[in-house]
């Protein structure tokens, strides 16, 4: 799921913009590909390595109760 | 009785008082009004202050209680919301000025279990901004100081909840716990703080961060007193989709003191993180203690542990993305920047991402699950260290620097991540005069024993009975 680098910038404008961000704010969307960077890439590519094999999802919503 | 020795006396003790007719709801509150009157320019502890209304619940209350309508044991007995728990015809801010004139037209099933109960709500409570962050921080209504040293934070996100019970301001207060907050600013407070299971408190009518790690929660002074919130809040609710249906005991019946034979497990890799050599030192001490209370101590291997920050990272960030994201387009520059940054950031990961991170959840969850097959609860340390500056952003933690918030939630978010309930409890202070707290968690839906094992700690040692130099 993730190369070496999480996400080029270009490509996370582009869903910033998709998202209904302000991309005009330069800097303030350097801080956010920073954060980004910094503090959310890294723990999506520890998921990756991860063998989920066989494993379902947890959901909170239990059908049995309704 | 003097004011200040009111404002610090229990639930449980007040309603001894309460019921023998010695002490009357009206002077309990007044006490208590006082108090928060003269602490609040050091504390910040509210952002909405309930004056009239808490006096008129008190007279309603002590008017009940002569004419033989005693409701039971949290009758009469000071109350804080921190302000994201809906109270009708009470502004819920959720820490933000965007939400200054938000009144809620209805309560939150907390709150109006709360009122069944008797309680005397005093009160919403400061919190970080929209509950995402450990410290305390809100430049909206400014920040929160801890007790001990109000120059050092209180913890977040329920730092006024954390501030006011540690202070005397309220007998009870509530927190939320999505990553932590309300067992960080408990520790760093000197309270005992529950996070129950997750379905057995109603999220019903507060305001969501993450839909599948938020816990509802007490904060308290002693271990007493959550239990006693527990009997009045627990029990399944039809408007929480989450609320489990579970039969709901009376949990002040665990208090027994007694811990012989319990099986305690002390997770490894609790001390393979950074942690504060005192804070270790500390937290190795009480578990010495209830080893010598009969309880058996055994180290236990828990290598899942080091996947909760990312795992819960990924969801935390993507719901609360979900649930804000109308907010940050709309309001965006309104937001306070490190809040706004961390409710942005989810807007970035997918799809696929949030479902592999719920995959690795269940994996993370049997094997905590697995765990309890060993032992009947895990005990370590609630935090690497203890209170630190406001503002600042790194954190010397033994040898190591790292950010204020991996330091600070790296102990608790295992546990919003599986559900599994969690309390700390009061367990020692640092040369410097701040409290210490040690974490106990248990299996689903068996807060009974996590109660048990802390009580009979607390009452085996002082630590609870300090209080902060105000």
Known sequence: MHDEHPMSKEAFLGMAE???????????????????????????????????????PAMIYNLSKE | MDATELCYLSAGQLSRLIVSKEISPVEVVEAHLARIEALEPTLNSFITLLPDQAMAAARQAEQEIQAGRYRGPLHGVPLGLKDLYYARGVRNTSGSRIFDDFVPEHDCTVAARFKE???????????HQFAFGPTGEN?????????WDPELISGGSSGGSGSAAAAGQCTLTMGTDTGGSIRIPSALCNLAGLKPTYGRLSRYGITALSWSLDHPGPMTRTVEDCALVMNALSGYDPN??????????????????????????????????????????????????LGEMGATITEVSWPAYHQAAPVSTAILMAEAAAYHSKLVRTHGSQ?????????????FITAAEYLQAQRARTLFTRQSRDLFNEVDILVGPMEPITAHKIGALEV????????????????????????????????????????IGLQLAGRPFDEETVLRAAHAYEQSTEWHNRRPPL
């Open chain 2, 117 to 127: 109960a008797g309680t005397i709500l005093l009160g919403k409570l400061n919190l």
């Open chain 2, 396 to 435: 010397q933690v033994g040898e190591t620097v790292m950010g204020s918030t991996p330091a600070l939630t790296q102990y608790t978010r295992p546990f919003n991540l599986n559900g599994f309930p969690a309390i700390t409890v009061p367990c020692g202070f640092s040369d410097n005069g701040l409290p």
């Open chain 1, 18 to 56: 998709a998202s209904g961000l302000d991309v005009e704010d330069e800097s303030h969307m350097d801080e956010l590909y920073a954060y980004y960077t910094q503090n959310v890439a890294p723990g999506l590519k520890a998921l990756d390595e991860l063998d989920l094999t066989d494993v379902e």
């Open chain 2, 335 to 347: 937001i306070y920047p490190p809040v706004r940054t961390r409710i942005e950031s989810g807007l």
């Open chain 2, 240 to 289: 929480d989709p989450a609320s489990a249906n579970v039969p709901v005991p009376d949990f002040t019946s665990a208090l027994t003191g007694d811990v012989r034979g319990l099986r305690v497990g002390v997770p490894k890799e609790y001390f393979e993180v950074p942690v504060d050599p005192q804070v270790e030192q500390t937290v190795r001490r009480a578990i010495d203690v």
């Open chain 2, 139 to 147: 430049p909206d209504y400014g920040h929160m100081h801890n007790p």
